[in-house]
Protein backbone atom coordinates (compact mmCIF):
# COMPACT_ATOMS: atom_id res chain seq x y z
CA UNK A 1 0.00 0.00 0.00
CA UNK A 2 2.80 2.52 0.74
CA UNK A 3 4.36 1.99 -2.77
CA UNK A 4 0.68 3.06 -4.33
CA UNK A 5 1.12 6.40 -2.13
CA UNK A 6 4.42 6.93 -2.53
CA UNK A 7 3.52 6.65 -6.77
CA UNK A 8 0.53 8.89 -6.03
CA UNK A 9 2.86 11.54 -4.29
CA UNK A 10 5.60 11.69 -6.45
CA UNK A 11 4.64 13.65 -9.33
CA UNK A 12 2.09 15.99 -6.84
CA UNK A 13 5.69 16.93 -5.05
CA UNK A 14 7.40 17.32 -8.50
CA UNK A 15 4.59 19.82 -9.44
CA UNK A 16 4.47 21.87 -6.24
CA UNK A 17 8.22 22.22 -6.55
CA UNK A 18 8.28 23.44 -9.49
CA UNK A 19 5.67 25.57 -8.82
CA UNK A 20 7.41 26.57 -5.83
CA UNK A 21 10.78 27.81 -7.77
CA UNK A 22 7.89 29.56 -10.59
CA UNK A 23 6.73 31.79 -7.61
CA UNK A 24 10.34 32.17 -6.09
CA UNK A 25 11.09 33.57 -9.27
CA UNK A 26 8.29 35.69 -10.06
CA UNK A 27 8.41 39.62 -9.94
CA UNK A 28 6.64 40.96 -7.28
CA UNK A 29 8.16 44.22 -6.75
CA UNK A 30 6.54 47.55 -6.40
CA UNK A 31 5.07 48.74 -10.03
CA UNK A 32 6.62 51.81 -11.82
CA UNK A 33 4.00 54.66 -10.54
CA UNK A 34 5.71 57.34 -12.84
CA UNK A 35 3.62 55.08 -15.17
CA UNK A 36 0.11 56.10 -16.46
CA UNK A 37 -3.02 55.00 -14.81
CA UNK A 38 -4.28 53.05 -17.94
CA UNK A 39 -0.54 50.96 -18.22
CA UNK A 40 -0.64 50.78 -14.45
CA UNK A 41 -4.47 49.26 -13.88
CA UNK A 42 -3.06 46.56 -16.97
CA UNK A 43 -0.09 45.59 -15.19
CA UNK A 44 -1.63 44.87 -11.94
CA UNK A 45 -4.45 43.10 -13.90
CA UNK A 46 -1.43 41.10 -15.38
CA UNK A 47 -0.19 40.55 -12.10
CA UNK A 48 -3.36 39.77 -10.22
CA UNK A 49 -4.10 36.85 -12.97
CA UNK A 50 -0.56 35.43 -12.84
CA UNK A 51 -0.86 35.49 -8.53
CA UNK A 52 -4.74 34.02 -9.14
CA UNK A 53 -3.51 31.10 -11.38
CA UNK A 54 -0.22 30.38 -9.27
CA UNK A 55 -2.32 30.39 -5.42
CA UNK A 56 -5.04 28.13 -7.68
CA UNK A 57 -2.37 25.50 -8.37
CA UNK A 58 -0.60 26.07 -5.09
CA UNK A 59 -3.69 25.28 -3.08
CA UNK A 60 -4.52 22.45 -5.53
CA UNK A 61 -1.24 20.51 -4.59
CA UNK A 62 -0.90 21.10 -1.43
CA UNK A 63 -4.40 19.54 -0.82
CA UNK A 64 -3.47 16.84 -2.37
CA UNK A 65 -0.08 16.41 -0.66
CA UNK A 66 -2.44 17.00 2.62
CA UNK A 67 -4.96 13.84 1.71
CA UNK A 68 -2.52 11.70 0.74
CA UNK A 69 -0.59 12.16 4.22
CA UNK A 70 -3.40 12.18 6.05
CA UNK A 71 -4.32 8.62 3.51
CA UNK A 72 -0.44 6.95 4.70
CA UNK A 73 -1.14 7.42 8.47
CA UNK A 74 -4.02 6.27 8.30
CA UNK A 75 -2.45 2.89 6.21
CA UNK A 76 -0.11 3.24 9.21
CA UNK A 77 -2.58 2.61 12.24
CA UNK A 78 -4.42 0.22 10.45
CA UNK A 79 -1.27 -2.13 9.53
CA UNK A 80 -0.71 -4.98 11.21
CA UNK A 81 1.94 -5.21 13.87
CA UNK A 82 3.68 -7.14 12.01
CA UNK A 83 3.95 -4.67 9.10
CA UNK A 84 3.70 -1.37 11.29
CA UNK A 85 7.62 -0.71 11.99
CA UNK A 86 8.38 -0.90 8.12
CA UNK A 87 5.38 1.05 7.18
CA UNK A 88 6.51 4.03 9.63
CA UNK A 89 10.56 3.43 7.86
CA UNK A 90 9.03 4.09 4.52
CA UNK A 91 6.40 7.24 5.83
CA UNK A 92 9.58 8.52 8.18
CA UNK A 93 11.71 8.75 4.78
CA UNK A 94 8.98 10.11 2.35
CA UNK A 95 7.46 12.72 4.48
CA UNK A 96 10.70 14.40 6.68
CA UNK A 97 13.32 14.58 4.02
CA UNK A 98 14.36 17.88 2.67
CA UNK A 99 12.08 17.33 0.11
CA UNK A 100 9.40 15.74 2.06
CA UNK A 101 5.75 15.89 2.52
CA UNK A 102 5.51 17.38 5.33
CA UNK A 103 8.10 20.09 4.44
CA UNK A 104 6.42 20.82 0.92
CA UNK A 105 2.74 21.35 3.00
CA UNK A 106 4.45 23.71 5.07
CA UNK A 107 6.49 25.65 2.71
CA UNK A 108 3.25 25.58 0.19
CA UNK A 109 0.77 27.11 2.83
CA UNK A 110 3.67 29.42 3.62
CA UNK A 111 3.89 30.81 0.15
CA UNK A 112 -0.30 30.93 -0.14
CA UNK A 113 -0.77 33.25 2.83
CA UNK A 114 2.00 35.25 1.26
CA UNK A 115 1.13 35.20 -2.14
CA UNK A 116 -2.94 35.95 -0.99
CA UNK A 117 -1.25 39.06 0.65
CA UNK A 118 0.19 40.15 -2.68
CA UNK A 119 -3.18 39.93 -4.63
CA UNK A 120 -5.12 41.31 -1.86
CA UNK A 121 -2.25 44.47 -2.36
CA UNK A 122 -2.69 44.21 -6.51
CA UNK A 123 -6.90 44.06 -6.02
CA UNK A 124 -6.79 47.44 -3.57
CA UNK A 125 -4.15 49.16 -6.39
CA UNK A 126 -7.05 48.30 -8.93
CA UNK A 127 -9.97 49.58 -7.08
Avoid: F
Amino acid sequence: MSASIIVQATPVKVNLEGLLDEIRQMDLTPLDQKATVEVLCQQYEARARIIKEKLMRLEKYVGILEKINDKWLEHIQLAPMSQKKKEEEKYEQMANDDRGILKLINIGTDTIVTLSMYKDDTELALK
